[in-house]
């Protein structure tokens, strides 16, 4: 039979639960209104874009979508789209793997000087070389202007290790005993036992690793000088901040107009499909990140 346990409604938890909603309904307005006002901007009318200077929660003016389409026809932005994706994809693809290794031989009780090197990988948490020495590293092993610029100086990052060992850690031992009796080595119990299970984890360090790589663009600035290889949101620093043309050279007054319009068009055309992700990571996004929280 089963019992349910009913929680009474008491005065003081009615107001407690009617403060919870206005604050938290207040934080998702704020958190969706710049989102709002950039997407709605897009779509204005770009004469009454330029002489507004308020929050836009409705376009201005008739709706159109003419700022995408001056986006979309430059070329660079479609190389950004291209060089964004692989250094997403590879990312992740490097990151998650290290990241389940660090985490599983670091969890294993077998291993006796997982806390020294726990200790020594932590102490990189707190004091680092800085970016001098990583910019010195990085030219001294010949990755600058290179793909790998991008890729291998993020590899591994000491927070999704400490994550990863935590949720790994609380796997009882008896799978891992069990695998072993039936001939599993460690790669098998690894991938095919271990990393099922913490799936959610593991989902929610790699949407992590590809937001930030989705958004990062100062790595490009120090290691890159080839256009070819930057990522999105070097192309989109440039519009933004450089007020680079996305036009010819001969640029007209009516295109001058349209610069603000490009600008917000710009921004959505780089941030969509990055939002796009959450969705499919949501059912595992609260159980990811409470692992280790809770103990007992």
Not at 4 to 31: D, E, Q
Not at 33 to 44: A, E, N
Not at 134 to 160: E, H, R
Request: hydrophobic share 50%.
């Amino acid at each position: 039979m089963k019992i349910t346990k009913t929680v009474k409604n008491s005065p003081s938890r009615i107001i407690f639960m009617i403060f919870n909603y206005i604050i938290i309904s207040a934080v998702a307005i704020l958190c969706l209104l710049p989102i709002l006002h950039v997407f709605m901007g897009s779509l204005s009318d770009p004469a009454l874009l330029e002489s507004n200077s308020g929050i836009i929660v409705w376009p201005l003016g008739k709706a159109s979508l003419l700022g995408y389409k001056y986006v979309l026809q430059y070329r660079k932005i479609w190389i950004g789209y291209r060089n964004t994706i692989f250094y997403v994809v590879a990312q992740c693809f490097i990151t998650g793997l290290l990241t389940v290794i660090g985490g599983y031989v670091l969890s294993r009780k077998r291993f006796h000087y997982r806390n020294v090197v726990m200790a020594f990988i932590s102490f990189t948490m707190l004091f680092n070389g800085g970016m001098v020495p990583t910019y010195m590293v990085v030219k001294g092993l010949k990755l600058t202007d290179t793909y790998l610029a991008l890729l291998i100086p993020s590899a591994m990052s000491v927070f999704n290790i400490i994550i990863m060992r935590t949720a790994i850690a609380g796997i009882p031992d008896s799978l891992e005993e069990s695998a072993c009796l039936d001939g599993a080595g460690e790669f098998t119990i690894m991938f095919k036992i271990i990393l099922p299970l913490c799936k959610a984890t593991f989902a929610v360090l790699i949407l992590f690793t590809a937001v930030g790589k989705w958004n990062e663009w100062f790595s490009a600035l120090l290691y890159l000088s080839d256009e070819k290889r930057y990522p999105l949101q070097m192309f989109l620093r440039s519009l933004l901040i450089k007020n680079e043309s996305m036009s010819t050279a001969n640029q007209s007054t009516s295109m001058q107009m349209y610069k603000t319009l490009i600008n917000y068009c710009a921004i959505m055309v780089a941030t969509i499909p990055i939002l796009c992700a959450y969705p499919f990571a949501q059912k595992y996004f609260v159980h990811g990140v409470m692992i280790g929280s809770v103990k007992g």
